[in-house]
């Protein structure tokens, strides 16, 4: 009876475990998609202009935490992704940085908005926007760089004022169990602003013949030179 008891112990203990773990892969699937379809929408939507201050420029930096890649991202973007119902900058262009922070002393991603105008270089303006919690559950982030030249994923971008035509986004969600290995979310990304980058952008050339009411006299050529 004993060793019965035990083997029909171990078997719903096994099960219990299997159902468990079969939740909480469903849970961070769900949570996991979230925050990818979030990021994707938010990139296609990508804004790019040329300026000195590097306004629209991309930027991302490199960092772990608690063994997982906990890179950052910032972009401008008109898409309203990951922004609240009530939040100013739902309906127009704004800066979107996405990073891995500490929430109650375990890693979760975050995200805060600034005006499309912010240097985002500027320290001072990043303290001021106010982080929003988007999951506990998306524990890690990750972001390679396509290389034309090398044909290869990079973990550099050394090109300060533009805007990458390729990058893969990795989402790590963990597992409560600390034996479990995350699940992890990639994905290729297109960005369709970047096509504008390597062409510059130039205004219409209107050619034609000028006359004035009541006079043969010609006018010349009209031509609008070149504006980025």
Do not use: C
């Not at 996991?32 to 629209?56: C, E, H, P, R, W």
């Not at 320290?123 to 890690?140: F, H």
């Not at 044909?151 to 090109?159: A, F, N, R």
């Not at 990795?170 to 995350?182: G, L, N, Q, R, W």
């Amino acid at each position: 009876m004993v060793i019965a008891m035990s083997i029909a112990f171990q078997a719903f203990s096994g099960t219990v475990r299997g159902w468990k773990r079969g939740m909480e892969v469903m849970d961070g699937i769900k949570h996991g998609d979230f925050a990818m379809t979030q990021l994707v929408a938010a990139l296609n939507s990508t804004i790019y202009f040329y300026n000195g201050k590097k306004t629209y420029a991309f930027t991302f930096e490199k960092d772990s935490n608690s063994g997982l890649p906990a890179d950052s991202i910032s972009f401008v973007t008109s898409s309203g992704a990951f922004m609240p119902f009530d939040s100013p900058f739902i309906s127009g262009p704004h800066r979107l940085n996405l990073f891995i922070d500490n929430d109650d002393g375990a890693p979760a991603l975050f995200v805060s908005a600034l005006p499309a105008v912010a240097n985002p270089e500027d320290e001072e303006d990043e303290l001021e926007a106010d982080p929003i919690l988007v999951s506990r559950e998306v524990q890690g982030l990750e972001i390679l760089i396509w290389d034309d030249e090398n044909e290869d994923w990079t973990e550099e971008w050394e090109q300060e004022n533009s805007i990458p035509e390729r990058i893969m986004l990795t989402i790590f969600v963990a597992s409560e169990d600390p034996a479990e290995e995350p699940i992890a979310f990639s994905r290729v990304i297109e960005i369709p602003v970047a096509a504008s980058v390597k062409d510059k952008l130039t205004g219409p050339s209107l050619k034609g013949t000028s006359t004035s009411s009541g006079s043969n006299n010609s006018g010349g050529n009209i031509t609008v030179g070149p504006n980025r």
